[in-house]
């Protein structure tokens, strides 16, 4: 997401609530004073900003179903191995190759390494749009899950990378 994408997220949040100046500068890569923590829990990691200057680390909360900004403005919806079963199940599929066949795109696409080399990868991504093919991927669409009032249909179920928005770098 670009550098303009995110400041105009971040200008529609302010319009229903508050944006602490310092989590918008941090957002925006305005901060020069932020490191990287990693914490462990189980076998998931999370990486969690600290800003040196205030002493504090950046914490999120989900404000979802009053916000849905991260299932309008999805990239892609990349899934685990643990996605496809428990989505598939909670969508009632019996066989996760049914739901792999019906409900997911694979995408190929690149990203800068370290260094200025490019990287190619690929996954396998819930499908945003019931059409949704290979060429739509990275564009922006709205989650097909999130109704109109902005609750997500697959919520309990929904896929690891809607769990780690916003801090998530492929969205």
């Not at 932020?34 to 462990?40: A, M, P």
């Not at 093919?133 to 989650?143: F, L, N, P, Q």
Request: some cysteine.
């Amino acid at each position: 997401m670009s550098q303009m994408e995110i400041a105009k997220s971040i200008e529609l949040l302010e319009k229903d609530w508050d944006i602490d100046p310092i989590i918008k500068d941090f957002q925006l890569g305005k901060r020069d004073d932020v490191t990287e923590n990693s914490i462990r829990v189980k076998d998931v990691i999370f990486h969690i900003p600290f800003l040196n200057k205030i002493k504090k680390f950046i914490l999120w909360k989900c404000y979802w179903p009053d916000c849905s900004n991260c299932c309008s403005r999805q990239g892609r919806l990349p899934l685990t191995s643990h996605d496809l079963i428990t989505i598939g199940a909670g969508m009632k599929y019996q066989k996760t190759s049914d739901f792999i066949k019906n409900e997911t795109v694979m995408a190929t696409w690149e990203e800068a390494s370290p260094g200025g080399g490019v990287t190619i990868m690929s996954g396998i991504n819930l499908k945003r749009k019931q059409d949704e093919t290979e060429a739509d991927d990275g564009t922006h669409i709205k989650c097909r899950f999130l109704d109109e009032e902005g609750a997500c249909n697959i919520h309990p179920t929904r896929p690891g990378v809607c769990y780690l928005y916003p801090f998530s770098t492929w969205l």
